[in-house]
């Protein structure tokens, strides 16, 4: 399996990994960022992967949706930052930095710009989201799309919040924002792929009763975060989702998916393709 070292994944299979959950699967753990891990499962590279739902359309032939361990939510989406306030019709024509062309967050940032952005930006580049917001604060960039911590830290290097894609997803469909999938081989067979499901669900049923276990395992990887804002990650990204999709995650993935196909930014979903097993 390969999941990120961001505390949403780790805090989620803390238990999973160690071995704490009776009967689970054993788990060869490896991590990488989402952009990594989006082009291993184009490769079909691994038997489970945490991947942006951006990259379902390409990958769903071989691999399935579990229906838990994912990353959706409010209030928790990708923002458009830049140095100097302004209207988000500044942008037309601009350079904007994002994390990947295959990631949830540039399907909602496309999303957002057909509406909102005149003419739409300029030149898109990619680059590793921690050179973002540097790029943007040193004038590389015009804006940069950031992820993950960044919500919280993007102060710091003295950048201004243009635009929230959550804010717009949600005031436009009513739907939680979905950012990271759990996905895992077909060849797996249903009595695995149910049991993985069974153990993700209670690995973080289990990180949710005592969450000082997981402590030492997601310092450990956060890449020297502040404890605290590890603390916001979690609170954020772990929620009733990662445990469920069910009824409005689904609606958001096949919502998200079906709007990105209608402005030709991923291939069409097939009718049953979201179906777990």
């Known amino acids: 399996m390969a999941y990120s070292p961001c505390p949403?994944?780790?805090?989620?299979?803390?238990?999973?990994?160690?071995?704490?959950?009776?009967g689970a699967p054993a788990l060869d753990v490896t991590f990488a960022d989402i952009h990594l891990t989006n082009g291993m499962a184009e490769r079909g590279e691994f038997d489970v992967l945490k991947v942006s739902y951006a990259v379902l359309p390409w990958v769903l032939d071989e691999y399935t949706l579990l229906p838990c361990g994912g990353a959706l939510g409010r209030g928790c989406g990708p923002?458009?930052?830049?140095?100097?306030?302004?209207?988000?019709?500044?942008?037309?024509?601009?350079?904007?930095?994002?994390?990947?062309?295959?990631?949830t967050a540039y399907l909602l940032f496309r999303l957002w710009a057909a509406e909102t952005v005149p003419g739409g930006v300029g030149e898109v580049v990619v680059m590793p989201f921690h050179e973002i917001m540097p790029a943007v604060r040193d004038?590389?960039?015009?804006?940069?799309?950031?992820?993950?911590?960044a919500?919280?830290?993007?102060?710091?290097y003295g950048l201004r919040r243009l635009a929230d894609m959550g804010e717009h997803w949600e005031s436009t469909t009513g739907l939680p924002i979905p950012l990271g999938a759990i996905i895992a081989k077909r060849s797996l067979g249903g009595e695995t792929l149910e049991l993985l499901a069974d153990s993700i669900r209670r690995s973080v049923r289990m990180a949710w009763d005592d969450?000082?276990?997981?402590?030492?395992?997601?310092l450990a990887h956060s890449q020297e975060m502040d404890p605290a804002v590890a603390d916001q990650h979690i609170g954020l990204y772990v929620n009733e989702f990662t445990a469920n999709l069910g009824t409005d995650g689904y609606a958001a993935v096949r919502g998200l998916l079906t709007r990105?196909?209608?402005?030709?930014?991923?291939p069409p979903?097939?009718?049953?393709?979201?179906?777990?097993v």
């Open 79 to 103: 923002l458009v930052l830049t140095r100097e306030p302004g209207p988000a019709a500044g942008l037309a024509g601009k350079t904007v930095a994002v994390p990947s062309e295959r990631s």
């Open 269 to 276: 979903l097939g009718q049953d393709a979201l179906r777990f």
């Open 211 to 218: 969450p000082e276990v997981s402590r030492p395992y997601v």
């Open 151 to 156: 919500r919280f830290t993007y102060q710091n």
């Open 260 to 266: 990105a196909a209608a402005e030709g930014l991923v």
């Open 8 to 22: 949403n994944d780790t805090f989620t299979f803390d238990a999973l990994a160690h071995g704490r959950v009776p």
């Open 139 to 149: 004038g590389k960039v015009d804006a940069g799309l950031v992820i993950h911590e």
